[in-house]
């Protein structure tokens, strides 16, 4: 007769020997830099992105796919190498300051330069291995010091092939995208002139 607790130790072996035999995989949404730099003259304003929100059903460790009718699935060893929200807000911080020609100084004390406050929402991070990566964020801008603001949406969609690495990087470009948008309507807010949300 088989003791329970050897029983139970033999269970837990060929768990974590299951476990051990499925190798985990992690993404970034950070692009890697350009290897040739814009040089585009500098801005005469500096920005800062606050903390981005992201919805409670895809803000876990591992990618969270939409698979048939069974909506969102989380992948066990298919993993963000940082939380979600850091990671969507370092894809975009890059994405401005390269967009924009001036530098991200959250946290930073004021450097003599306008300050562009940047808050982004997303409402939704859809991932569909072999069809599409889409967003959907809301983002306002604020001009300090001043009171000029606006707030927009916008809902950008990727095609993308099969496999994890095509989702990701579909994701990667459709916050460079929206990245574009926010940047289109931020240096005419800084400059002080009229402007108005970028067409959906």
Known sequence: ????????????????????SAPVHYYTLVAP??????????AAFQFELLPVGVPAQVDQPQLVIR???????????ER??????????????ANLAQALHTQDVTGLPGGGKPRLRIKVDLRRFDSAPGDYA????????????????LACTSQVREPVGAGYDALVEGHQHALARLAAQIAQV?????????TACPAP
């Open 1 to 20: 007769m088989i003791r329970p607790r050897i029983l139970l130790a033999a269970v837990c072996a060929l768990a974590l020997a299951a476990c051990a």
């Open 33 to 42: 830099a350009p290897v040739v730099a814009d040089t585009g003259p500098a």
């Open 67 to 77: 698979h048939g009718g069974q909506g969102a699935v989380p992948l066990g060893s």
């Open 80 to 93: 963000w190498i940082a939380p979600l929200a850091q990671e969507v807000r370092g894809s975009l911080s």
């Open 134 to 149: 889409l967003i959907d964020a809301a983002w306002s801008l604020r001009l300090l010091p001043g009171e000029a603001t």
């Open 186 to 194: 931020a240096a005419p807010l800084a400059g002080g002139r009229a």
